[in-house]
């Protein structure tokens, strides 16, 4: 029992989110032993941009023997040799499905399609690239001793040379690094909340607007090294969704899965579970809505666990509240006018990679978001 009477409430969640946001509790695993059979994957995930610009890569890929995660490695210190194992393998599904200059294949090869699968059953994840082995799981620090941040950071595995990649995947990669504020704020709300601690709930909110807006400040950075032409045709390709794609030797009816986006990042749904901002029901919502399977499992469960705090709204003063709804409405206009400017005014196709009709949605998000402001 606390002194005023009240027990504490058990913790919301583990102190590595609290510390790392929705990155891993410890940096991603660069490589793979050397000398072990998975090894032979670091070497392709260095080859794989140079690959790509061979016309019989897809030849070349048919032929290769990829060691096969062993199944009873599931303990969590496996962990972080089987998210590199979905980060290099995921890679060359992608680029063996979505080869630039040539037409999307309609199958997967059993040698790719049968091991990665495996390994993504394990994830509890479909079976494609998706945000967490593309951003999460894809960075290093050249300082372990420095911040998860640009200038101290650089990509695992890419689909091309251009640095320009590079740029798009760590600015996410801080963006996440950031959400641990959040995460933090919210722990520190949820111990308030018992006690009606309206000084520390104020505060926290406070906390929680102030790291969104520097999440939107670093969103802000993407034209600094990354070109919009660049970005259209050279890699965007490769997170697309797959369209009725077969998994040979896994199942012989075409799959269609989602591919690698943003929003299948947990900050903004994390930020709409606490704040209880009701979105319309829509076509848009359920996309949403099933990009969640594409979460890391963990992730889905925080989420679910946030959802179920009683609603701030009137707990909190309306200054508080309100700045964290206008600086999620700022994050969200500036991903729309990235969107604009680096994709929808360059193709017709209304969909994102992720197989949604994106800008529609992201003008439903901002309206609604501010719509939920206390007046």
Sequence with gaps: MTTTGVRRPRA????????????PETDPLTAFPAGSEMAMLDDLGRDLPSLLQDRGFRRYCAALVLPTWPLHRTRAADLPQLRLYYVRVGFLASAYINQVGAEPAPCLPRNIAVPFASACALLQRPP??????????????????????????????NFVHLYDEHWFILVHVEIEAIAARILDAIAKIHVALPNDDLATINAALFGIGAAVRDQT??????????????YYKTFRPYIRFFDNVVYEGVDQAPSNFRGETGAQSSIMPMLVAFMKIQHRSSILTDHLADLRN??????????????????IRSRADRDPYNEVLDAMAAFREVHFDWAHEYINRRTDDPR???????????EQLIAETRAARIR
Excluded: C
């Design 128 to 157: 494609i690239l998706s945000y967490a082995g593309y951003a999460l799981y894809n960075w290093k620090r050249f300082r372990r001793d420095g911040p998860i941040a640009l200038g101290n950071l650089d990509t695992l595995q």
């Design 12 to 23: 919301l969640f583990s102190g590595s989110l609290r510390r790392h946001g929705f990155l």
């Design 294 to 311: 594409y979460m890391p499992r963990e992730h889905r469960s925080v989420i679910d666990s946030i959802a179920a705090l009683p609603d």
């Design 217 to 230: 400040q670093v969103l802000r950075r993407i034209p600094e090294k990354m070109d919009p032409s660049l």
């Design 352 to 362: 994102g990679t992720g197989g949604t009709p994106y800008m529609q949605w992201l």
